[in-house]
T-cell receptor
Framework: DGGITQSPKYLFRKEGQNVTLSCEQNLNHDAMYWYRQDPGQGLRLIYYSQIVNDFQKGDIAEGYSVSREKKESFPLTVTSAQKNPTAFYLC??????????FGSGTRLTVV | QQQVKQSPQSLIVQKGGISIINCAYE??????FPWYQQFPGKGPALLIA?????SEKKEGRFTISFNKSAKQFSLHIMDSQPGDSATYFCAAINSGAGSYQLTFGKGTKLSVIP
């Protein structure tokens, strides 16, 4: 089955640590996205990539970093500079205006 | 600046009733308006979408109404069922911006009670 796989489903981070969230897709989509979801806030765009080795900042990129070395993979690193990282993180991919697919998300909690 | 405003934040509807969720946008460059349904702990899934050259689109029990002059669009769920209980997000895309970034409303939590 084609789709997007996010791992892990749950992640706990200590203060000052960097953590990396995985996102893999087998849909052959060119574009990939990371969104952050907070209760009552909708989804906000962190970073997006339209092609391998290229990515752009979204609305809330501070404290996050990404890479796009392969078409299938778009990992997100939450750095220690992100002061409020507890949230639900969603990865998505699309091939055009109509073909948006979301993963099942990673819930990150700071302990 | 919130570009897509969604209301209400929460909605309780009796089984068999009509659920109505409203959204308004500011950016006239938006040219595609999808609605997403999200269950707890899951990613959003596309429910139905509309382009601004159409005033209404219906798929089964779900209908989008679109008012381009008022910059408003709404989702109607007919014969609402307990299985429809979820969070619904309206969204908008400006396809001319060079990427397909979704701008989301803040969501409506729908509860359908038996």
């Amino acid at each position: 089955d084609g789709g997007i796989t996010q791992s892990p489903k749950y992640l706990f981070r200590k203060e000052g640590q960097n953590v990396t969230l995985s996102c893999e897709q087998n849909l052959n989509h060119d574009a990939m996205y990371w969104y952050r979801q907070d209760p009552g806030q909708g989804l906000r765009l962190i970073y997006y990539s339209q092609i391998v080795n290229d990515f752009q900042k979204g609305d809330i990129a501070e404290g996050y970093s990404v890479s796009r070395e392969k078409k299938e993979s778009f990992p997100l690193t939450v750095t220690s500079a992100q002061k409020n990282p507890t949230a639900f993180y969603l990865c998505a991919s699309s091939t055009d205006l109509y073909g948006y697919t979301f993963g099942s998300g990673t819930r990150l909690t700071v302990v | 600046q919130q570009q897509v405003k969604q209301s209400p934040q929460s909605l309780i509807v009796q089984k068999g009733g009509i659920s109505i969720i409203n959204c308004a946008y500011e950016n006239t460059a938006f040219d595609y308006f999808p609605w997403y349904q999200q269950f707890p702990g899951k990613g959003p899934a596309l429910l139905i979408a509309i382009r601004p050259d159409v005033s209404e689109k219906k798929e089964g029990r779900f209908t989008i109404s679109f008012n381009k002059s008022a910059k408003q669009f709404s989702l109607h769920i007919m014969d609402s069922q307990p299985g429809d209980s979820a969070t619904y997000f309206c969204a908008a895309i400006n396809s001319g911006a060079g990427s397909y970034q979704l701008t989301f409303g803040k969501g409506t939590k729908l509860s359908v009670i038996p």
